[in-house]
């Protein structure tokens, strides 16, 4: 019995549970298929608020407050909202218009559907829905904002009305334009005729009694608008214009504000000053000034606590006076204002940018390229140092291993050396034996004498200059270029190289082309070592071949309009093929004894006068090594 009760108790919380499985789906099938429904349960009623305006929708200034009100309430609500908004247009003529029509069309309009809270903008507006509460608008909370606070009946509101009111100081206005142009003295008063301009016009000349004596006011109510252009275009001189307001002038012309006051900038030939933001643009110089934003602000802050549930008599905004005084840089330079008359706190618009701030992106631009040029210009001056500093380290190597060369040589030519300062001395010892001799005699010749002491002269010249010839071969010495004859270096070293030349057998011949066609400009001792290497090399290779013919010849001409050749070709052995390709790398010699450093010596000197040196083959046996060097006159030719 307890198994089948256990067993029964099962069973009833399985259909239990199939039940409540069922009515759950049955639940969401029907979010399904009422979706609307579900939204609309979950979705808050919208809060309904009306902004009535004075003179339009599209009327500044208040259309700027309106504007601002509506962005900020959007923005800041916590609930959905359904604004609308209606206009005072009767505000606009100075008749009294009968309010009754309109009064009833609100009532009508929004019977079923009531408003959650109604924002009169203006002075006109706010009076409009005082007169009409009872009977159009019941017990609907109200809001009275931007309206002037000598413009609101206090005695007039009730528990559901609160104000948020702005408080003009007019007097701080002239006081202002003085301030900044001290020497003013005449200020023009723009106002119209409408109700609401009469009123303020009574009130401006309360508020200017204080300044009777400072500054001259003119007036301009009494007139069409196009005598105020007529008169603002030839005010007298160090004249201000205040513009206060242009609803409708004397002619009963109704004017947009924005619209007016940029007619009146156009032909004005004095500064304009205003103290409403919503007119502060390209027209205005500036000054004292109410902000659209802080009212729109307050006044959004406000409505949010009524629809919220607060009372709106027990919520008390005091009145919002001038915010920091505003200048417009662009009229402050045309009428010469100079920042430093400026209130404390004050902020300047329209600014022109600096350069830095207009042309900021092209400046770095700019900058950038310049530095990099700048880098890159070092880098290129950096590498034409370097390089020129590597070119005198090449050039210096190349004299130490051009002077260590001659000096390796100095064996080779010993013999000749010696055979060339061993004839004038010869001569030199014989001719002074002679004039001794001839001075022993009872007569002595004296032009006997004479004769030997001149050869004495002359011989001792001629070893002297074979002293110096060697000396300068073997110098170290600075690089210097002049302009010099291949011809002669080739004389100089044939002469200090005509021993080794006659002990070797060596038939020599020279074809040496006109002196003219064969100046150079280089370095003399350098060139005379090249010279000397290639001879050297030819007698050496001559003088190891056992041929029957020993021929050696050195020939020199120009090679084209702009180069000089010299060419020394031996009948001697030669050079294989395989040699030729590295002849003139370091280390690489046909002799058995030698280092391999002439022929690469000769090179570099021949590459650093921007020459070149070849060799080549000559059948059936000998070699030939050809030297071409610019021609000293190569500058001097035609372009």
């Given amino acids: 019995m307890k198994r089948r009760s256990c067993i029964a108790r099962v069973f009833d919380a399985a259909i239990l549970r199939v039940f409540q499985a069922v009515a759950v789906g049955a639940l969401l099938l029907g979010a399904l298929w009422l979706p609307g429904a579900t939204s609309r349960a979950a979705e808050p009623e919208p809060k309904r608020v009306m902004l009535l305006h004075s003179f339009g929708p599209n009327f500044k200034p208040w259309s700027e407050y309106a504007t601002s009100i509506r962005a900020e309430l959007e923005q800041r609500s916590p609930w959905p909202l359904d604004i609308t908004e209606q206009s005072l247009i009767a505000a606009r003529f100075a008749d009294d218009n009968p309010e009754e029509p309109f009064a009833e069309y609100l009532r009508t309009l929004f019977l079923k559907h009531p408003l959650d809270l109604i924002i009169s903008i203006g002075a006109p507006a706010a009076a409009f829905v005082q ?9 609907t909370p109200m809001i009275l904002t931007a309206v002037e606070q000598r413009r609101v009946r206090f005695t007039s509101l009730t528990e559901n009305d609160t104000v948020v009111a702005v408080k003009h100081d007019l007097s701080a206005v002239i006081e202002g334009i003085l301030r ?19 009123f303020w016009l009574e009130e401006m000349r309360k508020d200017f009694q204080p300044l009777q004596g400072r500054v001259a006011l003119t007036w301009t109510s009494t007139l069409p608008f ?31 504000g924005d619209k007016a006051l940029a007619q009146l900038h156009a032909v004005a030939n004095a500064p304009i000053f205003s103290f409403d933001d919503a007119f502060f643009g390209g027209e205005l110089v500036g000054g004292p000034m109410h902000a659209v934003s802080d009212t729109g602000l307050r ?32 009229e402050m330079q045309r009428w010469g204002i100079s920042e430093s008359r400026l209130p404390p706190g004050s902020l300047i618009f329209f600014r022109d940018p600096l350069v830095w701030e ?44 051009a002077r260590m060369n001659r000096f390796a040589t100095a064996g080779e030519l010993s013999a000749s050396i010696a ?40 011989e001792s010249h001629r070893a002297d200059e074979v002293i110096k010839s060697v000396r300068a071969m073997f110098r170290s010495a600075t690089t210097t270029r002049a302009e010099v004859n291949l011809n002669e270096l080739v004389r100089q070293v044939v002469a200090l190289t005509e021993r080794a030349i006659d002990s070797n057998n060596i038939a020599l011949k020279m074809g040496l082309s006109d002196d003219q066609y064969t100046v150079v400009l280089a370095d003399p001792i350098q060139l005379q070592q090249v010279i000397l290497n290639l001879i050297l090399n030819a007698i050496e290779a001559l003088g190891s071949y056992g041929g029957p013919a020993r021929n050696l010849r050195i020939e020199t001409g120009a090679d084209g309009p702009d180069a000089v050749f010299l060419t020394v070709e031996d009948s001697g052995p030669g050079f294989d093929k395989k040699v030729a390709d590295h002849l003139f790398n370091s280390f690489v010699t046909t002799k058995p004894n030698g280092m391999g450093m002439g022929l ?40």
């Fill in 131 to 139: 007169r009409h509460r009872n009977e159009t608008f019941g017990a």
């Fill in 180 to 198: 900044v142009l001290p020497d003013t003295k005449t200020v023009m008063v723009v106002n119209g005729t409408s109700p609401l301009e009469k």
């Fill in 226 to 256: 196009a005598d105020i252009l007529k008169q603002a275009a030839a005010p007298p001189p160090h004249s201000a214009i205040f513009w206060e307001l242009m609803i409708m002038d004397a002619a009963g012309v109704v004017h947009q």
């Fill in 299 to 330: 006044t959004t802050e406000v409505a949010i606590r009524i629809l919220g549930g607060e009372k709106p008599s027990e919520i008390n905004t005091p009145p919002i006076g001038f915010a920091a005084p505003k200048y417009n840089w662009r």
């Fill in 358 to 401: 207009k042309y900021r992106f092209q400046i770095l631009i700019i900058v950038v390229v310049l530095l990099l040029q700048a880098v890159l210009i070092s880098l290129l001056v950096y590498e034409h140092w370097r390089r020129q500093r590597a070119e005198a380290e090449s050039l210096q190597r190349i004299d130490d291993l």
């Fill in 419 to 458: 055979h060339e300062i061993r004839q004038p001395l010869a001569s030199i010892s014989l001719s002074a034996a002679a004039g001794l001799n001839w001075l022993k005699h009872a007569a002595p010749d004296l032009g006997q004498v004479q004769t030997s002491l001149q050869t004495v002269v002359d």
């Fill in 600 to 639: 690469s010596i000769c090179k570099s000197i021949v590459q650093h006068h921007e020459g070149r040196l070849t060799a080549t083959s000559v059948k059936p046996h000998g070699a030939m090594l050809r030297v071409v060097l610019p021609s000293a006159h190569r500058a001097a030719a035609p372009a």
